[in-house]
């Protein structure tokens, strides 16, 4: 039978393309943000973090930007790779996460 | 290469069982985290440590979940007595006094019938 669940919301990329997953937050206290990874079976892995006095912060690969307005997070991965296929989550520094974005990249 | 460690990888037990499940973390970290992962709620944040003192444990029901840390080597997590909608993946993470980054474990998947 159907599994009943969170229903993650899904991106489906072609390899190479950028990748732009989006998160909304509720505590305008939170001082911090941090987004993770999470292959099928293993745990979540840190990808980078952005203090709430920064809108952008940028890594290898990823940047991440921070709309305090709005309260809006986003994780921009450039020239996304098969190896990038994960669940990403957002987490605000009272360790509360999202749901998650499914993200898919096709060879 | 340092990596939170937990033990069991799986679990599965009958109701009304008690469940030990164990964490070693990353040393030299000073903070400690136990999470739980099911398919309904998503992440939820259980119990959180810092320097062996728990500093939060509003999210672990506590009438049946207990955490403790009887030394900065080990963390617990007890149910007693176990329920079926206690199934679900259970992770301990560490983290350095700064920044704030956390670093999980592998899980233990708790399955209770």
């Known amino acids: 039978g159907e599994s009943v669940g969170l229903h993650l919301p899904t991106l489906s990329v072609q390899e190479g393309d950028n990748s732009i997953i989006n998160c909304a937050y509720s505590?305008?206290?939170?001082?911090?943000f941090i987004w993770y990874k999470q292959e099928s079976g293993k745990g979540p892995q840190f990808i980078i973090d952005?203090?709430?006095?920064?809108d952008k912060r940028q890594g290898q690969r990823v940047t991440v930007l921070l709309n305090k307005t709005v309260k809006h997070l986003s994780l921009q991965i450039a020239a996304t790779q098969p190896g990038d296929s994960a669940v990403y989550f957002c987490?605000?520094?009272?360790?509360?996460f999202g749901a998650g974005t499914r993200l898919t990249v096709k060879p | 290469d340092a990596r939170v460690t937990q033990t069991p990888r799986h679990k599965v037990t009958e109701m009304g069982q008690e469940v030990t499940m164990r964490c070693q973390p990353i040393l030299g970290h000073n903070t400690v985290f136990w999470y739980r992962q099911t398919m309904m709620q998503g992440l939820e944040l259980l119990a959180y440590?810092?320097?062996?003192?728990?500093?939060?444990d509003s999210g672990m029901p506590k009438d049946r979940f207990s955490a403790e840390m009887p030394d900065a080597t080990l963390a617990t997590l007890k149910i007693q007595p176990s329920e079926p909608r206690d199934s679900a993946v259970y992770f301990c993470a560490s983290g350095p006094p700064s920044p704030h980054e956390q670093y999980f474990g592998p899980g233990t998947r708790l399955t209770v019938t």
């Open positions: 952005i203090r709430s006095n920064m």
């Open positions: 505590n305008s206290a939170s001082d911090y």
């Open positions: 987490a605000e520094s009272d360790m509360r």
């Open positions: 440590f810092r320097n062996r003192a728990p500093l939060d």
